[in-house]
């Protein structure tokens, strides 16, 4: 089996496995997802293979699935997602075409719509053909279809020496069942389902000749699941919906809402909101945001601190699902096929057959050396932005063992470093975990173990969050020992991170004690966790904002003049929605608040090219006038922490604090996106009240104030 990197596609095994004819660009897929089930589809609504398909807990159950009228494809009109992510519509048009009959019908009489939803593991379809010929058609209308029954890792290029079997479709009047054994032990199925029988059916192809009179309609339902439906039609369809359009509506009403006085902003905010809704599975635990489709649909742990963090000051229910689930799957023992160490937060977890076999070690994963820090820092945010103790004693042990397995990875040299402890592991475990992502300026790859910047700044903004909590909790002896440990972490990053000769902070030190001097985005995390010094801060920032970094669209990971800078490399210089918001926030905390204006701009502009939805990733190509941001061709789309991205930009912009244990709102030199007069938070709850807060533009000043709706005092104050 070929080592495999987790969250990079190596970008040449994912170009070469793209349809040449029809490149498979993100932006201009179609992703839906209920539960642990998601499909991605083209704008016709077909799968066609490469990355695309219907999966079910890490599987493909669905490789390909496709309509042809016919006998030929058909001509796109154009496709949407509906607002709330529930419901694809692709409408399309005949190509030049002979009825059953054989009559000629003209490129264009015939309207096709397909209308899909994801619900309970199945897909429903529901396609419509209206017929605006003068003639009565009897029209043949194909589904093409297969399943191929592969894991994700081999979707994603991975190969295997060894498959489960694939057993021969089994045909009834108007269903078609597919199925699997895998080397695990687990029967693999996708039933399809038709709402009439077939003219003709064998196990790929399903034809029908459809009669439709002229200036009339008719409908066929589909169904894929994971077991015979019964007959699918009009009534299961509209059921299947309602419920679907319901669920959404329960998880999109936590939290306060944002409407602005820009309708494309509004635009903006509202897909946003939704993907963070789409993205959410509701778990034992609580909400869970699973990273990304098509790649990451799972629970990351980075991923899911990340997003957590950045709706934390709307909906403070999504940390805690977060926290939750974190703390019930943290490490007990010590595995190096895992990367697990007693104390350690979970990196990812994985469903698929790969993973049950430990073909590979995604199954319950720990190699994130940054997630456990992280994690505590979430919960100490969360804390102070809900004052919920409660549910903080109910972490505590948790929280404790983090921190000893914090100070543990830092025993040797004074900072957490990772180092795999299996060849099936990652080899870098921070957040930019490309192979080639940590280098020497030479360009040499640094031996480990390896202490990356940023990863020290989560860990000095952890051990400040506990000795905070300790306080609360009358353990005044661990909370001086956090403290301690947190400035000795301050002084041993401005020690041994910053280098004179770059004016600017080195992206790690190597196994060897000799920093890796490259000027990366990563130093932007220092400023988020508040760690540098006022002055290295103001220089950081300042080169963050230069054209080697600042790109117009955003803030690319590397520094254009590093020996690996390629815009369109996964980590080496593109932008990262949820990075430039992180450093958006460090900036703003070290006083750059216009220029976080500025960020928040370039990255309304990109959403608004990419169809109001911003990418896992995107090329990092400087910003021409009248051109729009190049996409990267394998990127997540839609992802969590990239959606995420908004509001905490958002936040950094109007300086908002919640704070929880006073009851408070603390509003600091606030600014408005450009272009936006009013901003209204709606049903912001501030400890058990509920408020609205308006920020609006007056003159060259932003000004917040409360309605006279609210629900008792809360204090609203304001630095200018």
Known sequence: MMELDERKLDPAVALASLDETAPREPHRLFALKQGDCFAVTDA????????DGFFRDDTRVLSEFRLTVGGRPMSLLGASLSQDNVLFTSNLTNLPIQSAAGRDIPQGAIHIERVRLIWQDRLFDRITLSNYSREHSTIAVSLHFA???????????????????????????????????GLDGLPRLSAISFSQAPDQLSDNRADFLIAVTKRSSKVLYVEVGPEVADIPGRDRFRAAAARARFGMRAKRRHGATVHSSGRVFNDWVERAR???ALLTTELSTGPYPYAGIPWFSTAFGRDGVISGLQMLWLNPGLARGVLAFLAEHQATETSPFIDSQPGKIMHETRKGEMAALRELPFGRYYGGVDTTPLYIHLACAYADRTGDMAFIDTLWPSLKAAAEWTEEASRETGFVTYQRAAESGLANQGWKDSIDSVFHADGRIPRGPIALVEVQGYVFAAYRGLAALARRRGEFADAEHWENRAEEMRLAVERDFWIDDLNFYAIAIDGEGQPCKVRTSNAGHLLYAGLPQPERAKIVADQLLSASFHSGWGLRT??????????????????????????????????????VVR?????????????????????GFIRAPGEAPIAYPVACLPQAWSAGSTFMLMQACLGLEIDGWEGELHVTRPRMPIGIDTLTLRHLTVGDKSVDLTFQRVGDRVVAFLSDRHEGMVPLIVRT
């Open 44 to 51: 016709y609504g077909d799968i066609r293979g490469a990355g």
């Open 147 to 181: 399943a191929d029954f592969r894991d994700m890792f081999e979707v994603r290029g991975s190969t295997r020496p060894k498959r489960g079997t694939v057993h021969v479709a089994k045909t009834d009047k108007a269903s078609v069942l597919l199925g699997y054994d």
């Open 274 to 276: 939704a993907d963070v």
């Open 558 to 595: 590397l520094a254009d003049d590093a020996i690996f800078f390629n815009p369109m490399s996964y980590h080496n210089g593109s932008i990262w929605p949820h990075d430039t918001a992180l450093c958006g926030v460090g900036l703003a905390r070290y006083g750059e608040r216009d220029s």
């Open 599 to 619: 960020l928040m701009s370039g990255t309304f502009e990109s959403a608004v090219h990419f169809n109001m939805r911003l990418p896992e990733l995107f090329c």
